[in-house]
T-cell receptor, first 114, second 112 residues
Framework: AQKVTQAQTEISVVEKEDVTLDCVYETRDTTYYLFWYKQPPSGELVFLIRRNSFDEQNEISGRYSWNFQKSTSSFNFTITASQVVDSAVYFCALRSSNTGKLIFGQGTTLQVKP | NAGVTQTPKFQVLKTGQSMTLQCAQDMNHEYMSWYRQDPGMGLRLIHYSVGAGITDQGEVPNGYNVSRSTTEDFPLRLLSAAPSQTSVYFC???????????FGSGTRLTVV
């Protein structure tokens, strides 16, 4: 069975602080794919990143970075120098290579205060 | 290129009524899924499809039916609406297993 856990329900930071969103997953698949999505207050779901289980290289995109550690089944997301526009709900998700199902965590609500 | 189109955007139903939420995509994606979003629960998979004629259950399938007669369309049917089905529903589509999904804008359903 697949499971994604985002233990942080809500996080509040002040602008320019760094913040890390945690994601822990469970799967029996040897091949799988991990994702992060952003849901701003307007409600749409925006794809941020995909990582496959073979590639543990960390990725950086501007102020965003992702740390994938297979040994701890974690795929954490860090925002450096947060901005008010980063305020959103962030979802971590896991996709099985066997079934193709995409399963989401409960989401972390990030509030960045000016 | 419209992407994933969901209709309606808002709907109020009475308990026991039935309705169909429509979802269409124009990207020739093989995978399509329906999710519901409830506060504190994240997005939960209702049903999904890996191609025309093929559907399977997700995490919370009870009370919902789907069919996939074409690649483009994946309607979600509520057979007898219940207040517990009050939620925001998202349809999504994507290529293969490696890739993420493109999501529709959602349908906010209230069952009274």
């Amino acid at each position: 069975a697949q499971k994604v856990t985002q233990a942080q329900t809500e996080i509040s930071v002040v602008e320019k602080e760094d913040v890390t969103l945690d994601c822990v997953y469970e799967t029996r698949d040897t091949t799988y794919y991990l994702f992060w999505y952003k849901q701003p207050p307007s409600g749409e779901l925006v794809f941020l990143i995909r990582r496959n289980s073979f590639d543990e290289q960390n990725e950086i995109s501007g102020r965003y970075s992702w740390n994938f550690q297979k040994s701890t089944s974690s795929f954490n997301f860090t925002i450096t120098a947060s901005q008010v526009v980063d305020s959103a709900v962030y979802f971590c998700a896991l996709r099985s290579s066997n079934t193709g199902k995409l399963i989401f965590g409960q989401g972390t609500t990030l509030q960045v205060k000016p | 290129n419209a992407g994933v189109t969901q209709t309606p955007k808002f709907q109020v139903l009475k308990t026991g009524q039935s309705m169909t939420l429509q979802c269409a995509q124009d990207m020739n994606h093989e995978y399509m899924s329906w999710y519901r979003q409830d506060p504190g629960m994240g997005l939960r998979l209702i049903h999904y499809s890996v191609g025309a004629g093929i559907t399977d259950q997700g995490e919370v399938p009870n009370g919902y039916n789907v069919s996939r007669s074409t690649t483009e369309d994946f309607p979600l049917r509520l057979l007898s609406a219940a207040p517990s089905q009050t939620s925001v529903y998202f349809c999504a589509s994507g290529w293969g297993q490696k890739y993420g999904y493109t999501f529709g804008s959602g349908t906010r359903l209230t069952v009274v």
